[in-house]
């Protein structure tokens, strides 16, 4: 069973940086495709950025010129850095995790693994 833990949320000010970190245990990381979530309030989830345990990597096109995804497999851990964030990425971002699917990486649907979330909130 794997277990995935978020950090780095917190609150910023509009054009501000935050690094979110995904800590994965309970299985074997290099072998894990994962991914980034975010919901807002009264939204649904929404795809944020994906790393296929192959190495390769996908940003959602709404935040692909602020955002990267990136992995440690030495320390189990994902990240995903956000730049000049602005008050509409106000949301609760999830990491998520699976070692196989039919399902696109960019889909909920794929992921077997969810985190509780840690929030970013993005002040004007």
């Known amino acids: 069973q794997v277990q995935l833990v978020e950090s780095g949320g917190g609150s910023v000010q509009a054009g501000g940086s ?11 990381f290099s072998s894990l495709s ?4 975010r919901q807002a309030p009264g939204k649904e989830r929404e795809f944020v950025a994906f790393s296929r345990k192959s ?6 096109e709404s935040v692909k010129e602020r955002f990267t995804i990136s992995r440690d497999n030495t320390k189990s851990t994902l990240y995903l850095h956000l730049y000049s964030l602005n008050p509409e990425d106000t949301a609760v971002y999830y990491c998520a995790a699976a070692y196989y699917s039919t399902t696109p990486y960019s889909r909920a649907g794929a992921y077997e693994y969810w985190g509780q979330g840690t929030q970013v909130t993005v002040s004007s």
């Open 34 to 37: 994962m991914g980034w979530f």
């Open 55 to 60: 190495g390769s990597t996908l940003i959602a």
């Open 18 to 28: 935050l690094r979110l970190s995904c800590l994965a245990s309970g299985g074997t």
